[in-house]
Nanobody, 121 residues
Framework: QVQLVESGGGLVQAGGSLRLSCAASGRTFSLYSMGWFRQAPGKEHELVAGISWKDDSTYYANSVKGRFTISRDNAKNTMYLQMNNLKPEDTAVYYC??????????????WGLGTQVTVSS
């Protein structure tokens, strides 16, 4: 049974940094592209960043380019999201998800339960 567990969320002031982690189990992690989504209150899920299993190519939403960095460690079955220069509009529940698609922008399933990130102004 596949399991994705996010950690690293919390409360931070604007301009600060957080590093999220997503630990995966139950599947061969290296064969899956991974992604970070977020959902703010009253808004739809947004794909924030993705990383391909095929060549580690990455995708970033325009809203986070230059501030967030996605990475993975296949030996540890873990994906990371380094978030710098955080803004209040980054406040959301952050979820990780996986997909067999080598292009890490679609077909994500399953998802983790999420970790809350709150950025105060």
């Amino acid at each position: 049974q596949v399991q994705l567990v996010e950690s690293g969320g919390g409360l931070v002031q604007a301009g600060g940094s957080l590093r999220l982690s997503c630990a995966a189990s139950g599947r061969t992690f290296s064969l899956y592209s991974m992604g970070w989504f977020r959902q703010a209150p009253g808004k739809e899920h947004e794909l924030v960043a993705g990383i391909s299993w095929k060549d580690d190519s990455t995708y970033y939403a325009n809203s986070v380019k230059g501030r967030f960095t996605i990475s993975r460690d296949n030996a540890k079955n873990t994906m990371y999201l380094q978030m710098n220069n955080l803004k209040p509009e980054d406040t959301a529940v952050y979820y990780c998800a996986m997909t067999l698609n080598p292009n890490p922008i679609a077909d994500f399933s399953p998802w983790g339960l999420g970790t809350q990130v709150t950025v105060s102004s």
